[in-house]
């Protein structure tokens, strides 16, 4: 079955500072998601990438996937203590038989010194 | 919309006891799943329903775990007996359609449960 890991598993960065999370697959990416999750609460959509070599930003996140549709980095520039939280990356994971498995990776927990 | 809405958002138990968590998806969403997160385990999905119909419960840990989801606007989950290891956040998610929608999944507050 598919997988995704993450890395890092956790992020300590000072206001300010770029990063960088990178999210790996098992196998080929269908769709790849990225959501953000604070802390004790519900996952929030980001952004959706589909095809290879595709990137998106939202604010000042910024979402590619690679030309082999296995890889997606997510990058944030000048982050901000409201960037902190968790980030996962989720995928479409195709069954043979035509059924969906939305699969998570692992998580990185980000948390930004102001 | 109100999204989708769950219910308790906290749920303290003693072990041996049923658990019911619910979950109201946003209204014309065909696809609801079940996730629980912990800190070892991460997001797992447990079941997944499309239009009513549960399609994989593969993730669905043992007999005492049953999801029932009788019309398109209500899902519960059900533990029955609670045991200490089920103690974990529940969500519940839904999505207009299976198969990589351009606008995600949009999930709810989650339910803590934790059972003593």
């Known amino acids: 079955s598919q997988e995704l890991e993450q890395s890092p598993q956790s992020l300590i960065v000072q206001e300010g500072k770029n990063l960088t999370i990178n999210c790996t697959s098992s196998?080929?990416?269908?769709?790849l998601y990225w959501y953000k999750q604070k802390y004790g609460e519900g996952l929030i959509f980001l952004m959706m990438?589909?095809?290879?070599?595709e990137e998106k930003s939202h604010e000042k996140i910024t979402a590619k996937l690679d030309e082999k549709k296995q890889q997606s980095s997510l990058h944030i520039t000048a982050s901000q203590p409201s960037h902190a939280g968790i980030y996962l990356c989720?995928?479409?994971?195709?069954?043979?038989?035509?059924?969906?498995?939305?699969?998570f990776g692992t998580g990185t927990r980000l948390k930004v010194l102001a | 919309d109100a999204g989708v809405i769950q219910s308790p958002r906290h749920e303290v138990t003693e072990m041996g006891q049923e658990v019911t968590l619910r979950c109201k998806p946003i209204?014309?969403?065909?696809?609801l799943f079940w996730y629980r997160q912990t800190m070892m385990r991460g997001l797992e999905l447990l079941i997944y329903?499309?239009?009513?119909?549960?399609?994989?419960d593969s993730g669905m840990p043992e007999d005492r775990f049953s999801a029932k989801m009788p019309n398109a606007s209500f899902s519960t989950l059900k533990i029955q007996p609670s045991e200490p290891r089920d103690s974990a956040v529940y969500f519940c998610?839904?999505?207009?359609?299976?198969?990589?929608?351009?606008?995600?999944?949009?999930f709810g507050s989650g339910t803590r449960l934790t059972v003593v």
């Open positions: 998610a839904s999505s207009l359609r299976l198969g990589a929608p351009n606008y995600g999944y949009t």
């Open positions: 196998k080929t990416l269908y769709g």
């Open positions: 990438l589909q095809k290879g070599g």
């Open positions: 989720g995928a479409d994971n195709r069954g043979t038989s035509g059924t969906y498995k939305y699969i």
């Open positions: 209204s014309g969403h065909n696809s």
């Open positions: 329903f499309n239009n009513n119909v549960p399609i994989d």
